[in-house]
């Protein structure tokens, strides 16, 4: 009654498959795509993880999420080219000899200087978007997917959560992330119907474009650029929120205990913070509660800013972590756009290429 099925460790002969496909995977769709993976060595590893009780994925387990994801994505018959990030601690490396030992073939490490910072994903997004790459599937943190998103344009992204207090990133099945990667890629699924365009936070320091968030940007007094990751609270003095929801972890849910905005709403929230008043409760981090005050509230539509000269030295931390120095009387600016990524839906992508007949066997 029920047919043997080939393990997806075993070579398998390309089938044909019949399908009633989009119009767009004859007319704009390559034969064979490209599909970059950054897999992050070193998220969930920062101080925040230190500070609390969160849950740890290890290299190991990113490394079975990035092959779960590869061997589903070749199980449906087509070839596409898989390119990984290199990195220092050699975890794509080893990745790869799996995928080779598993009788994946046309996959390779990209030919990239590595510098061991979030500057490698951007490198890496930038000259794989360049050669024409069709979906980057990027493992890893908030601020991993906010390097990713300095140049991927418009080119489908699938975030995983394998970071700290993530609210960009999701906790997605390996598995069910190959499903989406094939229905994109095969034509069963049109990137537009696909993916949903992500908010952004774009940061003017005087004038200059120098960084974005895709979740929050934090005011702090905290003067040290080089610990990266800010966790606290007593420091910030304000929170701009793109999202936010009290079920979040980290700073936006200082912002979502005060209201929620989602990631469809063309709104964020920006907040004045003070430790002297005791008026909501967030979830900062895993496990950890704590109380603040507000100064200012202000709801801010998509293509709005919020300018403040500033009467303080400070950083401004985007997506958790500390990137911006600002000096006293510079002019900052945080403005929101729907300049973000083209995320992939990735539950949605799958049923409809359902829909679509892709789960049909032929």
Request: hydrophobic share 40%; aromatic share 6%; proline share 3%.
């Amino acid at each position: 009654m029920f047919r043997h099925h080939q393990g997806i460790f075993q070579k398998k002969k390309k089938r044909k498959r019949r399908g009633k496909k989009s119009e767009w995977i004859a007319k704009e769709r390559k034969e064979m795509a490209t599909v970059g993976f950054v897999i992050n060595p070193m998220s969930g590893k920062d101080v925040r993880r230190i500070v609390s009780s969160a849950t740890t994925i290890d290299n190991q387990e990113k490394a079975n999420i990035a092959e779960r994801a590869a061997y589903t994505l070749r199980s449906f018959g087509e070839e596409h080219k898989i390119v990984l990030m290199p990195d220092g601690y050699d975890l794509a490396d080893r990745v790869l000899n799996r995928f080779t030992h598993h009788g994946l073939e046309n996959c390779e490490l990209c030919d990239m200087k590595i510098d061991e910072n979030h500057g490698d994903t951007t490198k890496f997004v930038k000259k794989l978007r360049e050669e024409g790459c069709g979906l980057f599937i990027v493992m890893g943190g908030d601020g991993t997917s906010r390097a990713a998103a300095k140049e991927i344009g418009d080119v489908p992204l699938i975030p995983i959560s394998t970071g700290t207090n993530n609210v960009y990133p999701q906790h997605t099945e390996g598995t069910v992330v190959g499903l989406a990667a094939a229905a994109i890629l095969g034509g069963w699924v049109k990137p537009e119907d696909a993916c949903e365009r992500s908010k952004r936070i774009e940061v003017y320091i005087n004038g200059e474009f120098v960084d974005i968030a895709l979740i929050d940007a934090v005011i702090s007094s905290h003067l040290y650029v080089g610990s990266k990751a800010i966790w606290e609270i007593e420091s910030m003095n304000a929170v701009f929120a793109a999202q936010a929801h009290p079920a979040s972890i980290g700073f936006s849910a200082l912002a979502g205990a005060v209201d929620v905005v989602l990631p469809e709403d063309d709104k964020g929230l920006f907040i004045g913070l003070t430790a002297e008043k005791k008026e909501y409760l967030a979830s900062i981090a895993a496990g950890r509660i704590e109380s603040f005050g507000l100064t200012e509230k202000e709801i801010v539509p998509v293509g709005g800013s919020i300018k403040r000269v500033m009467d303080m030295e400070g950083i401004v931390a985007v997506d958790g972590e500390r990137e911006r120095r600002f000096h006293k009387g510079d002019t900052l600016e945080l403005k929101l756009t729907r300049n973000g990524p083209m995320k992939v839906n990735v539950n949605k992508t799958v049923a409809l290429a359902q829909k679509a007949g892709m789960f049909k066997v032929r």
